[in-house]
């Protein structure tokens, strides 16, 4: 479904994205809405997809998960059933919170993954990402500390 989004769509989701524990009353007031309109514009980018779904951004380090790796991952084969078997694999290990396909350099995809330390991180690259069948290199790096870190998408000039 796509959908023209106006300022005030924007607004909303820019508020949303920032904080999406507003509640309709509050959302409403702050973009110069009545709860009822208010909500209506929310369920329509809810059904358009452009709202996938709300979450609750957490503290990883106060949980105890003080290690961030980027892992670049080659494949042996560039094959559809490869990477299916691959992406099938990754997408249910808890530890990644990101991974893509890219291009552009020797890797096939690169993945984020949060661990509590290095011992963790040894489990899980010998436990669980090497074993994936055609997986033929991994390259880690590891972040020293985060100096930009949202989640909040650009939206600024659009409407």
């Given at each position: 479904?796509?959908?023209?989004?106006?300022?005030?769509?924007?607004?909303?989701?820019?508020?949303?994205?920032?904080?999406?524990?507003?509640?309709?009353?509050?959302?409403?007031?702050?973009?110069g809405l009545?709860?009822?309109?208010c909500a209506?514009?929310?369920?329509?980018?809810?059904?358009?997809?452009?709202?996938?779904?709300?979450?609750?951004?957490?503290?990883?380090?106060?949980?105890?998960?003080?290690?961030?790796?980027?892992?670049?991952?080659?494949?042996?084969?560039h094959t559809?059933?490869?990477?299916?078997?691959?992406?099938?694999?990754?997408?249910?290990?808890?530890?990644?919170?990101?991974?893509?396909?890219?291009?552009?350099?020797?890797?096939?995809?690169?993945?984020?993954?949060?661990?509590?330390?290095?011992?963790?991180?040894?489990?899980?690259?010998?436990?669980?990402?090497?074993?994936?069948?055609?997986?033929?290199?991994?390259?880690?790096?590891?972040?020293?500390?985060?100096?930009?870190?949202?989640?909040?998408?650009?939206?600024?000039?659009?409407?």
């Amino acid at each position: 479904m796509d959908i023209q989004l106006d300022r005030t769509d924007l607004k909303i989701l820019d508020l949303l994205q920032r904080n999406a524990g507003l509640s309709n009353l509050e959302l409403a007031e702050r973009v110069g809405l009545t709860p009822t309109p208010c909500a209506r514009r929310v369920k329509r980018l809810e059904a358009a997809g452009i709202i996938l779904e709300r979450v609750t951004l957490l503290d990883q380090s106060k949980l105890g998960l003080a290690l961030t790796a980027h892992i670049g991952i080659t494949m042996d084969r560039h094959t559809p059933e490869r990477f299916e078997a691959f992406e099938r694999a990754v997408v249910d290990f808890p530890e990644v919170v990101a991974c893509s396909v890219v291009t552009g350099q020797s890797a096939d995809y690169l993945i984020k993954a949060v661990v509590a330390d290095m011992v963790h991180y040894e489990q899980f690259l010998l436990g669980k990402l090497t074993r994936i069948p055609g997986v033929t290199g991994v390259h880690s790096s590891f972040e020293l500390r985060k100096v930009v870190t949202h989640s909040a998408l650009p939206l600024t000039g659009r409407a």
